[in-house]
């Protein structure tokens, strides 16, 4: 822009001459201008005015030129306007006054005009190239600011020559401004001083450039990473002396979101623990970095029956129980690191959760396997069944699988792998497995089968079987216990004891159940309606299905459906899946029970039985499990608890089936020791539907009653020998 466009200028003189000729030269260049004949003309012209530039003659009356420059530079808008006075010749006390009163310039009166006007130029041309330096260095630190960068000048001895206000403000010391680069030292993490004070000497002397980043804490207590760089410049107007200039900047804010990532993609957010994925990174340098006579191994822990917890009470606890095992296990292993027995790990190699129920960790050691495992068990004996403080009583059991680095271990995740289906092995509660390659091939087909049951319902590939149960006595059928089975295209068939626990687990049972329960009510309402017959159909509940708050409606909506009495369907509970049962299932199940429901409970007399659940639970029928019968005929302990049971049930009045009945004897046995019902592949196996129709047509198990009175008759008829000629029947009148 040309600096002349319609700039204004003020001039004040008392001599009328001068001031025509400074008017005229000054307007012929294209300024507009404003006279003043004195000096308190000149104060009061400057309002209304506004110059870009005041001339002043040092000597006027009512007002010196100095008088009114010091006025000017009094006001906001005329601190840093250019203001030339005019002198006489030689005047050196005015010209020395002039500058003490803010003059940007002075010229000697009666100069050539035209000159006048150059001069003129020159200081509006200054003033515009300060305005520019002003802004840009106002923009500079208004930058500085937003980036939280600041510079600071030292000396080679590492004095402050001069800090930006940014500096002050990041290290909070803006009341103070530090005086030496040591003060900043001093902030720094101890570890991090001296490395620090060479890197600066190093910079002073031999002119390396530097830069690093630090943690520090401020004089204020405040946490804060920095990073600051160096280099020896020249300093301003000196070709040869040199200043170190650092810049800071705060990087705080950066490096606590970078943190926060990790935190988010490193750890579990509901435990705290680190989480697989730093065990696997934590793994994989293991793995790269490994030792000669040392044993990597992952131990992988599992917590029974979290998933039980989580639905009773909530993922919440469920998570706080996970990882107070997890801690509590974690100290009993660093104690033995302690001690010696294992090696001691880098920080960074923890517990880590690797799963909903579990979590795991690398263990080197110089154990073997076996001092090892017993390390393990002895942590899991410690940490199960713990008092707790969390809202359960105790902690749950844990078990734990192991797996060691060998020369077919490809890799972290198979090693993590491999640990975790030697957990799944582990059944027991503190029972700890080591892996071999089957758990894997099992663990696969576990997927395999998880995977394609999801499909199983919709794809058709379940099925009922039927198999009868009949009174001991006279063999008639009472009723028929269904039983799923399972084809599927590649698995082949896959029996109930396999695929049922993985369905409860993954929650499929649900669906699976109320397939069940339907097709089983429209089997039994067409064999009623055919046979005119009023057996019943049972059905085995998972103990999933019991907690579903809806169960007892859907029982009710099938029966309903399929025109059924409630006495036509038997529910077969274990008491596994009641023991830990709340309240609710109880009072669901009594009130089923009242409804007309039939209760069994499947399964007695194997590990878990207590004679206490039958009395407290509401039962029409204990069903003898089928391992009972094996050795029925041969070993006595098995006759003592089958006869004890049955007396216990007959004093409740609750009936008795034995499952498992394979041959004569054995029906024979359970019938003299009171037994109401026998069920087992010397009754019938289990039969599709058709076959079961066909099995009844030809009337059941009567054949079966037919040999049982022949062998009878043939056993009497053997006794008489025995007794003697005289009492044989072909002797009889
Ligand atoms: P369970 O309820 O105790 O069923 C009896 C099991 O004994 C059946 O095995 C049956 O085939 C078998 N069995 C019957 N008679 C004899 C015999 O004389 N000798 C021998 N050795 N075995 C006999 P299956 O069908 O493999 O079922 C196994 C278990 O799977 C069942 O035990 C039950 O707990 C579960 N299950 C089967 N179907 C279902 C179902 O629909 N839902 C649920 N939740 N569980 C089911
Ligand atoms: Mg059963
Ligand atoms: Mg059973």
Not at 221 to 238: F, N, P, R, T, W
Not at 341 to 356: F, G, H, I, P
Not at 568 to 584: F, N
Not at 615 to 633: E, I
């Amino acid at each position: 822009m040309d600096p002349t466009h319609s700039t204004t200028i003020l001039i004040a003189d008392d001599d009328p001459s001068h001031l025509l000729l400074a008017e005229a030269a000054l307007g012929g260049a294209g300024f507009v201008v404003h006279t003043a004949n004195d000096g308190e003309e000149a104060v009061r012209q400057f309002e209304p005015t506004q110059p870009d530039c005041v001339i002043l003659d040092v000597n006027m009356p009512k007002m010196t030129g100095i008088e009114v420059c010091r006025r000017i530079r009094e006001r906001a808008d005329g601190r840093l306007l250019p203001i030339l006075m005019l002198t006489g010749r030689n005047d050196i006390v005015s010209i020395s006054d002039a500058f003490a009163a803010g003059a940007s310039d002075f010229a000697q009166k009666g100069m050539n005009p035209r000159l006048l006007v150059e001069r003129v130029r020159f200081l509006l041309r200054d003033r515009a190239m300060q305005d520019n330096l002003w802004s840009s260095r106002s923009k500079l630190l208004l930058a500085q600011r937003i980036a939280r960068v600041g510079h600071w000048e030292l000396t080679l001895d590492g004095r402050t020559l001069d800090m930006s206000p940014v500096v002050g403000q990041i290290l909070e010391c803006d009341s103070q401004p530090m005086e030496r680069y040591e003060s900043f030292v001093a902030m720094l993490d101890p570890a991090e001083q001296i490395q620090a004070r060479q890197a600066f000497i190093a910079c002073a002397t031999d002119n390396s450039r530097f830069s690093s980043e630090h943690r520090l804490r401020t004089a204020a207590g405040k946490d804060l990473y920095i990073h600051q760089e160096a280099e020896l410049v020249q300093a301003a107007g000196s070709a040869h002396a040199h200043t170190v200039l650092v810049t800071l900047q705060d990087l705080t804010r950066l490096r606590r979101a970078e943190d926060a990532v990790q935190t988010l993609s490193y750890f579990d957010s509901a435990t705290g623990l680190p989480n697989r994925r730093h065990l696997l990174e934590q793994l994989s340098i293991a793995l790269k970095d490994r030792k000669p006579g040392i044993a990597l191994c992952v131990a992988a822990f599992r917590v029974h029956g979290l998933d039980r917890i989580a639905q009773a009470h909530g993922a919440e606890l469920a998570d706080k129980i996970l990882s107070e095992a997890a801690r509590q296990i974690g100290e009993h292993l660093a104690e033995a690191s302690t001690g010696g027995t294992l090696l001691k790990q880098a920080n960074t190699a923890r517990v880590c959760r690797t799963s909903e129920a579990g979590f795991a960790m690398l263990v080197p050691s110089r154990e073997s396997v076996e001092n090892l495992s017993d390390l393990i068990r002895t942590a899991l004996a410690r940490v199960s069944g713990q008092p707790t403080n969390l809202g359960t009583e105790y902690l749950p059991a844990v078990s734990a699988g192991l797996a060691l680095v060998d020369g077919d271990t490809t890799g972290a995740e198979q090693l993590l792998t491999n640990a975790q289906a030697a957990s799944e092995q582990a059944r027991e509660p503190r029972s700890c497995e080591l892996f071999t390659p089957v758990p894997l091939a099992r663990s696969r087909r576990r997927l395999a089968i998880e995977t394609a049951l999801r499909r199983a319902v919709a794809a058709g590939e379940l099925q009922l079987v039927y198999q009868p149960r009949v009174a001991s006595d006279t063999l008639d059928i009472t009723g028929v216990e269904c039983l799923l089975r399972w084809e599927h295209p590649q698995l082949g068939s896959v029996g109930p004891e396999e695929f049922v626990p993985i369905a409860e687990e993954t929650g499929l049972i649900d669906q699976i159940g109320d397939w069940v329960l339907d097709e089983a009510c429209r089997q039994l309402a067409s064999w009623r309606a055919r046979f005119e017959d009023n057996f019943f159909v049972s059905i085995n509940i998972a103990a999933r299905q019991l907690r579903q708050s809806n169960f007892a409606s859907h029982i009710k909506a099938a029966l309903d459906k399929h025109r059924l009495p409630a006495n036509a369907l038997e529910i077969e509970i274990t008491e596994s899946s009641i023991v830990h049962a709340p309240q609710e299932t109880r009072r669901m199940l009594e009130a089923l029970r009242r409804e007309g429901v039939r209760i069994s409970m499947d399964d007695f007399g194997t590990g878990y039985s207590s004679l206490g659940q039958i009395r407290r639970l509401p039962f029409d029928c204990v069903k003898l499990d089928r391992s009972l019968m094996a050795d029925l005929y041969t070993d006595v302990g098995a006759q003592g608890v089958t006869a004890a049971i049955l007396a216990m049930t007959r004093t409740l009045r609750i009936r008795s089936v034995a499952e498992g009945i394979e041959d004569p004897e054995s029906l024979e046995m359970v019938s003299c020791l009171g037994c109401d019902e026998v069920q087992g592949f010397y009754i019938s196996p289990p039969l599709k539907a058709r076959d079961f129709a066909d099995w009844l047509d030809a009337g059941g198990a009567v054949v079966l009653a037919r040999h049982r009175a022949a062998a009878i008759a043939i056993e009497l008829e053997a006794s008489k020998i025995e007794v003697g000629p005289a009492l044989r029947t072909a002797d009889l009148p």
